[in-house]
């Protein structure tokens, strides 16, 4: 989600006049999108804006801005801790940014605006998008659950949902620019409808995506167990352009866990979605994310996690190693489980799910898939000759190329070896399509999506476009 923040706030500098600095370029503007999720994001902040000191320093007029959640966080604090810092900007305010560059160049002194709720959808501004292929698209900000390890509620507020018809609107203009796969973004994407009384919204947007000519894969993150309906299911089963790939949070496999984590589902009830999904798309690729290592957990507790892993066959997962998150109300509660227990614990369940990651993965050997070439997703492609890119299940395939296969291409071509966290396909390539995201990646143009106001009254006068 952060990364399509950024590429919003991309946007919004280029409609206000910026240009990218090109790496030999000593910018005249830095910009820091923090995220409070992350461990040690503080010292990483501060350590970042430590080395950037003497830059600035020496670059008379540069500017430096702070946003994001950290920012929304830690608010006047930051420029307290590093004076050079010339605007901080919150979760809810990102539009204001070239409003506070300006104004603290003008005044001369630090800029910090932090507003408590959402000023304007941030889908509404512009956005400068990094590939030519794959765009993301929020549905929804902010998160009306109140998991207790989360900082995410208290910075982000509430959730907002953006209309339907603004969503699709936003899609159909990537696809317009040739983008053929779009994701669709929300803290807790089937909550979705919940702000204008539809329960069956999240499902009827798949469905509408379905109708949009040119547009080959829609996926979507992250849904929440509580609210995960079979409407969504049967919505996904039957919308030929939806990816048969579920983002599924798990967290905990213990109940009890999951009653103090404050996540309102149990693992009956997780286990029988899993059930539904597959029942109705037997080549879902299903993921999770796990926390190991929550105050309170026992070695029963942890022993539940590893039986509901066993149980659901992830194609795989994030793992994480709990780890106090200050403001959260997990980070108060008693029974923090020591640090080497939380580590022997991690390393039991990444082994049992590498396992079973490779063992799903051996299963699609001599399958054909039909992956969307990427950029940027093998490392070790130069080495190898080979190319890299999804398949329509998510997985990361690795496969022999040919001639004039270029990102954002389609090609399909048969598995013949599945390692524990990609495959490998070097076989013949079966098919390759040439695609519009191909000729415009081709053509080094990425799309820029206007910001989108359809249905909601402005005043004033008109955004500039
Ligand atoms: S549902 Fe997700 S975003 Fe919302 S509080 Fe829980 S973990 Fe945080």
Same mark, same amino acid.
């Given at each position: 989600m952060n990364v399509h923040d950024s590429e919003r706030i991309a946007g919004l500098l280029e409609s206000a006049g910026y240009v990218r600095a090109d790496d030999e370029q000593s910018p005249d503007l830095v910009v820091f999108n923090t995220c409070a999720v992350r461990e040690n994001a503080d010292n990483r902040l501060y350590g970042n804006l430590g080395h950037l000191r003497p830059t600035k320093d020496a670059h008379p007029g540069m500017q430096i801005a702070v946003g994001g959640c950290l920012a929304q966080k830690d608010r006047g604090e930051i420029v307290k801790?590093? /004076?050079?810092?010339?605007?901080?900007?919150?979760?809810h305010n990102v539009g204001s940014l070239p409003t506070l560059l300006e104004r603290a160049r003008h005044n001369q002194q630090a800029e910090v605006e932090i507003l408590e709720s959402l000023e304007v959808f941030p889908s509404t501004l512009p956005a400068k998008r990094e590939s030519a292929y794959a765009g993301w698209v929020s549905i929804s900000v902010g998160c009306n659950n109140t998991c207790t390890f989360c900082i995410v509620p208290s910075l982000r507020g509430k959730e907002t949902d953006r209309r339907p018809g603004d969503i699709l609107a936003e899609v159909r203009a990537l696809v317009a620019e040739g983008v053929l796969e779009v994701t669709l973004l929300g803290q807790n994407v089937n909550s979705y409808g919940v702000e204008f009384g539809d329960r069956q919204a999240f499902g009827k947007l798949l469905r509408a995506c379905g109708e949009i000519d040119g547009l080959e894969r829609v996926r979507f993150t992250s849904p929440h167990p509580r609210d995960f309906t079979d409407d969504v299911i049967a919505a996904?089963?039957?919308? /030929?352009?939806?990816?048969?790939?579920?983002h599924m949070p798990l967290q905990s496999g213990s109940d009890a866990v999951l009653k103090a984590m404050r996540r309102s589902y149990r693992s009956g009830r997780y286990l029988d979605i899993l059930r539904r999904v597959r029942e109705s798309m037997p080549d879902a690729a299903i993921t999770t994310d796990i926390i190991v290592g929550f105050p309170g957990e026992t070695e029963d507790d942890f022993a539940a996690t590893l039986d509901v892993v066993r149980e659901a066959r992830f194609a795989s997962a994030f793992t994480f190693q709990y780890s106090i998150r200050p403001g959260t109300p997990a980070a108060t509660m008693d029974g923090q489980v020591p640090k080497a227990v939380v580590q022997e614990r991690y390393e039991r369940l990444v082994a049992l799910q590498d396992e079973i990651s490779w063992q799903e993965n051996r299963a699609i050997e001599g399958r054909e898939v039909e992956v969307l070439v990427a950029l940027g997703e093998g490392r070790k492609d130069d080495a190898t000759g080979r190319l890299s890119g999804r398949a329509r299940d998510g997985r990361l395939v690795h496969f022999t190329g040919a001639d004039g296969i270029r990102p954002g291409d389609i090609v399909t071509t048969e598995v013949t070896y599945g390692a524990p966290h990609h495959l490998v396909a070097d076989g013949p390539v079966r098919a390759h399509r040439r695609t519009a995201a191909g000729d415009a990646w081709a053509a080094g143009r990425t799309p820029t999506t206007p910001g989108v106001l359809l249905g909601m009254p402005g005043v004033g006068a008109p955004a500039a476009r």
């Open positions: 801790r590093a /004076p050079w810092v010339d605007v901080v900007f919150g979760t996904m089963a039957e919308t /030929p352009n939806v990816c048969h790939q579920l």
